[in-house]
């Protein structure tokens, strides 16, 4: 990926009024084929700009596969993807060596690169496959590479992996490890449409006309506005908020509420903190602010944070959910005293 450096402040103002003119023609084009879930198309626009991956949960037929898809249209990306079964094996994501043979009887091991060489690779009901497969991804999710045979083969940027999951009560899922679900930005939920919306999207898709996602960006232009989104100005106490918001999940460390301590066995490490962050200078980007305001952290913590926060025998016995422990969570924290504005 291009260093930060590179982006020329030129650059970067043509970046920033090329999204800000789009920003309409962004949700024009995505209303082509998605009807309704507003609130799931921003969270994963904003983890494309922040170059985050995105853990996708739903119950089949939401068209989990087709917003992926369309997003990668929108931004002209190389687009892959694996349909996670329980025989799915670790090379066939990532690629396996094999022994060749040339005209003059010389033999040698050449990589044939695995579908995971993409620049957004779907990992379709990711929890449908054991821990071992799943595994698979971590090496790339945190280092955009990929070792096989002792040689590491570097991913194309930019490279994101939007991981749709069905609900872990379902027969034949396996739970993801913490250590990769702690390399997922966001655990997006989408749920069920209200009737109109539903009944839109069945006239939709049961009449003959397909309309056609159109790419208002370069795949280059990604890996750029990734660098955009660390520019965007963020005030010391609007930082401080999203980490003590992430630190306050943790139970039984100083200062931690009561409720915590009580209802939660492990809470949110560091990356918490830093994707509310990332997340809410992209939010302020798409939203044309030059700014993060505690309004963006706020409304990044529950797809930051529901998947970081395991609640305990006693939290599942009572009914108490993880979206409720965010909800207590933002009452409880102190806003900082004032919206700071860059």
């Known amino acids: 990926m291009t260093e930060l450096a590179d982006l020329t402040p030129e650059r970067e103002r043509e970046l920033i009024t ?147 999951q069905n609900p872990i009560e379902m027969e034949g899922t396996y739970p993801l490890p913490e250590a990769q679900l702690d390399r997922f930005m966001f655990n997006v939920l989408i749920d069920y449409l209200p009737e109109d919306d539903e009944v839109a999207v069945v006239q939709q898709t049961t009449s003959k006309r397909r309309e056609k996602i159109r790419s208002l960006f370069a795949g280059s232009v990604v890996s750029e506005l990734n660098q955009v989104v660390q520019r965007v100005p963020i005030a010391e106490e609007v930082v401080r908020y999203a980490v003590r918001i992430a630190a306050a999940s943790r139970p039984h460390q100083a200062g931690t509420p009561d409720f915590i301590n009580e209802l939660v066995s492990w809470g949110a490490g560091l990356r918490a903190g830093q994707n509310m962050v990332l997340g809410g200078k992209a939010r302020a980007l798409l939203d044309g602010r030059p700014y993060v305001a505690t309004t963006d952290i706020q409304a990044l913590a529950k797809p930051v944070l529901r998947h970081r926060i395991l609640p305990n025998y006693r939290a599942e016995a009572e009914g108490i959910t993880t979206e409720t422990l965010v909800d207590r969570l933002l009452e409880q924290v102190a806003h900082p005293k004032q919206e700071a504005v860059a």
């Open 18 to 164: 090329q999204l800000r003119s789009l920003r309409k023609d962004i949700d024009a084009e995505l209303s082509k084929v998605i009807i309704g879930q507003k609130d799931v198309v921003e969270q994963l626009l904003i983890s494309l700009l922040s170059g985050g991956h995105c853990l996708i949960t739903g119950a089949p037929g939401l068209a989990k596969t087709l917003l992926v898809n369309s997003i990668a249209q929108l931004f002209d990306l190389n687009f892959n993807r694996i349909q996670f079964t329980p025989d799915l094996m670790p090379a066939d994501i990532t690629g396996t060596e094999v022994l060749e043979e040339d005209g003059a009887g010389h033999r040698e091991m050449r990589f044939i690169p695995g579908p995971i060489f993409a620049n957004v690779l779907l990992a379709d009901e990711i929890n449908r496959t054991p821990p071992k497969t799943q595994s698979a991804l971590l090496e790339a999710m945190q280092e955009h590479q990929v070792t096989a045979a002792g040689r590491v083969h570097t991913l194309q940027e930019p490279f994101f992996v939007l991981a749709t």
